[in-house]
């Protein structure tokens, strides 16, 4: 059993837990991932490590309430537990140790840019965030990436906080500045802001990733739910990403995959919000 050991509110639907897995924190790093269940009979649902935490042996998940698996998670409280805490999983980033890169945050996104963006920095890059939500209410580690960038440039869809308006308005700007020099572009967020991004940077030729967050069921290889082409390959998410190059992902096969079950996973929260009262969706990573 994995005791949560923190949690706390970061936003309208977004919750932050530390949960005790120092087998998991001994060996975590930047750009990977653990897959929980709640109970014997939950869901197997994949989060992206936030932080870890070798001395204390935690690790820190960050996830949005959008679906019944999600709902039940945001419903623990410090001192429950989890049943199975599997990880680190997939792929560490690779960490370039200078240069300037442009991080591209959106939404529940910005908590697996988080730990990537932290890790520039501490490798002594100079990082350039741009984060984004729909509203100013759905903003989340705003205080954390500013902490870690050289700048920070906040977009909200509706304007309720800096700029009115998609972070890929903020980006064209750096794309177009050429007295700025940009080595690196991450971006992490819904698909299809991913996707404009990589459709953006393609043709000034600046190397772009991404990390997906596909369906995954085992995590390990073996399934093939989270299965994505890039450069005209089969890759597995979970063990060959998530982190992939941008401009070589299927985003329209990606697309059409991650639609499969959205009537599944509806029945089973309209299910669980009949049972319970209150509101998972499978793919939290990212
Ligand atoms: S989740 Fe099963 S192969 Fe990746």
Known sequence: MFKIVKKRDLADVSKLMEVEAPLVARKAQPGQFIILRIHENGERIPLTIADSDKEKGTITIIFQEVGKTTKELGALEEGD???????????????????RVIAVGGGVGIAPIYPKVKAFHQAGMEVISIIGARTADLLILEDEMRAVSKELHICTDDGTKGHHGFVSDILQGMLDDKSQKIDEIIAVGPLPMMRVVANQTKPYGIKTVVSLNPIMVDGTGMCGCCRVSVGGETKFTCVDGPVFDAHQVDFEELTRRGQMYLPEEKEALDKYKEECGCGGGNSEIG
């Open 81 to 99: 537990s989890l049943r199975d805490f599997v990880g680190p999983l997939g792929q560490a980033m690779e960490l370039p140790t200078s240069g």
